[in-house]
């Protein structure tokens, strides 16, 4: 549906930090479905500042291309590193789980209780309705996020988003959301359990099988049992399970914040304790080489765009310091200026602008990863050299949008700006994502003949799913 590459973000007085861009594929945003989608993830990603969610540094529209500035982690989708756990013949240790996921549940924890912007701070009730092992990143420091709010349901502006539709994994998910019921924050803490056990025994809950399978299970029997799936499974744990389980939401834990708390007491009274330096541990065992060939590939890159601040840009990747300066939040939409001449070859890439609140800031991209639905994962493992980027002449300067709430659905049109930036490309490589397949090239697009558009805001998201 899209691509993930990583850039470098160029704002005032010299700063510079290492990002990930998230844009559509062009085929996707021209679908209306799949941009709200990707406009609502982004709008919540950008409201949410916590240590332990991907937060969005920027977002808005690029030449009608919707694109988001998160930022950028190095690691590993839980999901993957069960899988590599299991290939290499590992077992995570019981505290370790329980620490992964307790880190998670804080950051669920602060999607449930964010509140608008506007001047009533009205709670927003996000349910993130995706809670799965492929949405907790663990990077290779230790740390956990989660991430990807594309199909979260959220209140704003008098809208509720409307029940009888089914969102999400259907292996994750609670009985009432597979029924089309009304949701709310409990029904994450059904599928933080589904994970749980999971992670614990190695198979998903419900076992193998079609969605129609799981769902007659989900309405039809009663969840398995973790001790029944796992003879010797801690006490605690067991009983944690079984409430999250419950049928009844009432009788589930009453909150995220509750999970993670309960969850880290177990991880540090089991054998061995599980806490960040135990998942550092456990990522360089798995990802020790995938995470040094990443770091020289990007490394490289930097030294032919900006030597002099190599060194710095790492240190903003570290935990301290990833989000210590802040760039627009606010949408920003930028037309195609008419003036602009069409890319001559494949080789040829336009550098994305992001409008910051009081400065122009630029993104310069340094490596491709694109991923696509029911795309098979790089099978090779030979690192190709990053292209050398070469930035063009100035940096436009580009009016931002007026920041908006999270309002009613409006249609407006976007304004003119000035001719954006090409960054040259000799050749295209790709750049290894942690986010799924990697295929190379961002497709060009030709300027649209006639005069440019008035000038208007970004469209509002309609919280109304599909």
Known sequence: MGTVEVALERGANGFERIVALKRLLPEGARDPRHKEMFLREARLAALLAHPNVVHAYAFGELCGDPFMAMEYVEGEPLSHLLRTAQTAGREIPAGL??????????????????????????????????????????????????????????????????????????????????????LDRRSDLFSVGAVLFECLTGR???????????????????????????????????????????????KRPASARQVAEELRAIASVSSPPGDSRAARDLMHTLFGAQAEGRRTLLDESLQDMTPSRVQQLQ??????SAR??????????????????????????????????????????????????????????????LPKVVAGPATPQVRPAAP??????????????????????????????????????????????????????LPDVDPTPF
């Open 204 to 250: 998903r809950m419900w076992g193998s099988g079609t969605d129609l399978e799981v769902m007659r299970r989900l309405a039809l029997e009663n969840p398995p049992r973790l001790d029944a799936a796992l003879p010797g499974a801690l006490p605690a744990l067991i009983d944690l399970h079984a409430r999250l389980m419950a049928r009844d939401p009432g």
């Open 324 to 385: 210590d300066v802040s760039s627009s939040t606010e949408p920003v939409i930028v037309g195609w200026p008419p003036s602009t001449p069409s890319l001559p070859t494949k080789s040829r890439r336009r550098l994305v602008a992001i409008a910051a609140v009081v400065s122009v800031a630029a993104v310069v991209l340094v490596g491709s990863a694109a991923t696509r639905k029911g795309s098979a994962p790089a099978a090779s493992t030979a690192r190709p050299a």
């Open 404 to 457: 908006p709430e999270i309002p009613p659905k409006a249609a407006r049109k976007a304004p003119a700006a000035e001719p954006a930036i090409e960054v040259t490309a000799a050749t295209a490589h790709p750049l290894p994502s942690p986010v799924g397949s990697v295929s190379a090239g961002v497709r060009p697009r030709t300027a649209p003949s006639g005069p440019a558009p008035a000038p208007s805001k």
């Open 97 to 182: 789980v329980a620490h992964v996921l307790a880190e998670a549940c804080e950051g669920l924890h602060a999607a449930h209780e964010l509140r608008d912007r506007g001047a009533q701070g009205a709670p927003l009730h996000v349910v993130h309705r995706d809670v799965s092992p492929h949405n907790v990143m663990v990077a290779y420091d230790g740390r956990v996020k989660l991430l990807d709010f594309g199909v979260a349901k959220f209140e704003a502006a008098g809208h509720e988003t409307r029940t009888g539709e089914v969102k999400g994994k259907m292996a994750y998910m609670s009985p009432e959301q597979a029924l089309g019921e009304k």
């Open 315 to 320: 240190h903003r990747l570290d935990r301290a």
